[in-house]
């Protein structure tokens, strides 16, 4: 049975707070080191492993895996969670390991979507350099999938939960390899259990697949028995080089001998993305939202508290936008424009507003190619309704004052689809599809109104 709340163990210098998870192997708990105030994560195996005739066997194994992370924590790597202690309880071996407090990548790309090439790819290679140093300790993680990956607010990422269970997990218990991500697996750990380095690589290639486009890939078995092809990146999220491209595809070769055959070799394969200075632009407003609550996650150690990403407002590009609707709402009134033409660029605005927020780095041409024809159709319709007042009043001056205001449509038709784009894909970098949307779509209808109370 699993320990209870506030048990005691190693003499009282752990106390079991609460189960964190429960597994085929065995359970993990969230304990407190009673001398040092910490917060620490204890594995054990579950009791019913006790009844096989190999567990004696499969205990030593855990035993010596653990004591080899141990001396690994004697030289502590940045990037991999430590090992505190190994000891018995009764019969039950425990490890103690450090507990991590932050976000994992499934829940980072859940929140955001795909993540920018040059953020995620030099914490994928952190992780690598990790698994790098695991290999040579001849371990084999075999469970480096987004789960096991947290990234934490100065940049770096910690690899967790050394998943030892599944070296040692009897294969009568273990179904598909227990990795639980058949996703980031390769079919080979899955059919036979291989525990070489080529099965880190797969898995932080399709780790970082999931990263930069935001979806998981095709099963290693799915593509090996069905024929069922791999999507390419690429084709996912154009944005990504091809470089990044093809180190994913080379890390994710179905067959373990066509990919790079260390963790060494695929970093090598996986470029750094070149830093580029940023663009010029206006200062803008920070606001910073910090989280009331801490959402705990496994095991490894976050020494500041969690906050959200920074919010950036584009104040001076929002400004534009609201400007680009009051003259274009000022020129409607002193045309005297019927409510029928009100209505439309209503309508445009709306459809610039979405266009805005989905004119992402990528879509950028798309989106102006379609603004440009958007901006014809607002200048056309005011002309439309510049002519027909002109043939009432078969008056020449009348006529030029509305050539002008053509123009002048014209040129803030363009003004508009131009500031919202801009406003759009900076919004998108800091707020949801849904509130870069709202943000922009108040700002227009605010600029419409304020222009039509000025005339």
């Given at each position: 049975?699993?320990?209870?709340?506030?048990?005691?163990?190693?003499?009282?210098?752990?106390?079991?707070?609460?189960?964190?998870?429960?597994?085929?192997?065995?359970?993990?708990?969230?304990?407190?080191?009673?001398?040092?105030?910490?917060?620490?994560?204890?594995?054990?195996?579950?009791?019913?492993?006790?009844?096989?005739?190999?567990?004696?066997?499969?205990?030593?194994?855990?035993?010596?895996?653990?004591?080899?992370?141990?001396?690994?924590?004697?030289?502590?790597?940045?990037?991999?969670?430590?090992?505190?202690d190994l000891f018995r309880e009764g019969a039950i071996?425990?490890?103690?390991?450090?507990?991590?407090?932050?976000?994992?990548?499934?829940?980072?790309?859940?929140r955001r979507g795909a993540l920018p090439e040059a953020e995620i790819v030099p914490c994928i290679r952190q992780i690598g350099e990790a698994l790098s140093v695991v290999h040579q300790a001849g371990l084999v993680h075999r469970d480096a999938h987004p789960g096991n990956i947290i990234l934490r607010r100065n940049g770096r990422a910690v690899l967790i939960d050394f998943g030892i269970a599944k070296q040692v997990i009897p294969s009568t218990i273990s179904s598909t390899?227990?990795?639980?991500?058949?996703?980031?697996?390769p079919y080979?750990?899955?059919?036979?259990?291989?525990?070489?380095?080529?099965?880190?690589?797969?898995?932080?290639?399709?780790?970082?697949?999931?990263?930069?486009?935001?979806?998981?890939?095709?099963?290693?078995?799915?593509r090996k028995l069905d024929n069922t092809p791999l999507s390419l990146p690429k084709q996912i999220n154009p944005s990504i080089s091809d470089g990044l491209n093809k180190a994913?595809?080379?890390?994710?070769a179905l067959e373990a001998k066509d990919r790079p055959q260390s963790m060494q070799a695929w970093l090598a394969i996986l470029e750094t993305p070149k830093a580029t200075p940023p663009p010029t632009v206006e200062p803008v407003h920070r606001i910073e939202v910090v989280r009331s609550e801490v959402k705990p996650n496994s095991e490894a150690i976050?020494?500041?508290?969690?906050?959200?990403?920074?919010?950036?407002?584009?104040?001076?590009?929002?400004?534009?936008?609201l400007f680009s609707y009051l003259l274009i709402a000022c020129l409607l009134t002193e045309s005297n424009a019927p409510y029928i033409v009100w209505a439309l660029v209503v309508a445009v605005a709306v459809a610039?507003?979405?266009?805005?927020?989905?004119?992402?780095?990528?879509?950028?041409?798309?989106?102006?190619?379609?603004?440009?024809?958007?901006?014809?159709?607002?200048?056309?319709?005011?002309?439309?309704?510049?002519?027909?007042?002109?043939?009432?009043?078969?008056?020449?001056?009348?006529?030029?004052?509305?050539?002008?205001?053509?123009?002048?449509?014209w040129s803030a038709a363009w003004i508009v689809a131009w500031a919202v784009a801009v406003a759009g894909d900076k919004l998108l970098k800091s707020f949801s599809r849904f509130d870069a949307c709202?943000?922009?779509?108040?700002?227009?209808?605010?600029?419409?109104?304020?222009g039509w109370l000025a005339r």
């Open positions: 049975m699993p320990w209870i709340v506030g048990q005691q163990l190693h003499g009282g210098k752990y106390v079991i707070e609460t189960v964190l998870g429960q597994g085929g192997f065995g359970i993990t708990y969230k304990a407190l080191h009673v001398e040092l105030n910490q917060t620490v994560v204890i594995k054990t195996p579950n009791e019913y492993l006790s009844h096989n005739p190999e567990y004696d066997h499969y205990i030593e194994r855990f035993i010596q895996e653990g004591r080899t992370l141990a001396k690994l924590s004697q030289d502590p790597h940045p990037h991999i969670v430590g090992v505190i071996c425990c490890l103690v390991m450090d507990f991590v407090e932050g976000e994992n990548l499934f829940e980072a790309v859940r390899n227990k990795a639980g991500h058949e996703a980031f697996a080979e750990q899955i059919s036979r259990g291989s525990r070489e380095p080529t099965v880190d690589v797969y898995c932080l290639a399709a780790t970082l697949y999931y990263a930069v486009t935001g979806q998981s890939p095709t099963t290693s078995l799915a994913i595809l080379k890390g994710m976050l020494g500041e508290p969690a906050t959200k990403s920074p919010r950036i407002i584009p104040w001076g590009w929002l400004v534009g936008v610039l507003t979405w266009a805005g927020f989905m004119a992402t780095a990528r879509a950028w041409a798309l989106f102006m190619a379609w603004a440009g024809t958007v901006a014809w159709t607002v200048a056309w319709v005011v002309s439309w309704v510049g002519i027909v007042a002109w043939a009432k009043a078969v008056d020449w001056a009348g006529f030029m004052d509305w050539a002008g205001l053509m123009a002048w449509d709202l943000i922009l779509a108040v700002t227009s209808g605010v600029g419409l109104g304020l």
